[in-house]
Nanobody, 124 residues
Framework: VQVVESGGGLVQPGGSLRLSCVAS????????MSWFRQAPGKEREGVSL?????????DYADAVKGRFTISRDNAKNTVYLQMNSLKPEDTAVYYC?????????????????WGQGTQVTVSS
């Protein structure tokens, strides 16, 4: 199993980034996919979730609603996180995660597979 994030970097406040996560080694369509983030000295927190194939559910943390958009391309085994209007408080390592439970929520304990993370830094 591999879960590999990319797309992080340094961006100015108000800017945008798109994160990508490519997965392999499991049946991607059947998995709930989510993004989490962890800032220095803080616990890992859920950012956004998208349901498995046939489940149109999405969910967002209150802190990112209206600014971030999650999507998936099952043909490419890829999930994306479009991040707009970035703020310094969005600075963190962003992790992609996969859950086999169809009822998975934005809870770290619901997830089976994790990527290594990609750093996002929002600073002028």
């Amino acid at each position: 199993v591999q879960v590999v994030e990319s797309g992080g970097g340094l961006v100015q406040p108000g800017g945008s980034l798109r994160l990508s996560c490519v997965a392999s080694g499991f049946t991607f369509d059947y998995y709930v996919m989510s993004w989490f983030r962890q800032a220095p000295g803080k616990e890992r927190e859920g950012v956004s979730l998208i349901g498995s194939s046939g489940d149109s559910r999405t969910d967002y943390a209150d802190a990112v609603k209206g600014r971030f958009t999650i999507s998936r391309d099952n043909a490419k085994n890829t999930v994306y996180l479009q991040m707009n209007s970035l703020k310094p408080e969005d600075t963190a390592v962003y992790y992609c995660a996969a859950a086999s439970r169809s009822y998975a929520q934005l809870d770290v304990y619901d997830y089976d597979y994790w990527g290594q993370g990609t750093q996002v830094t929002v600073s002028s």
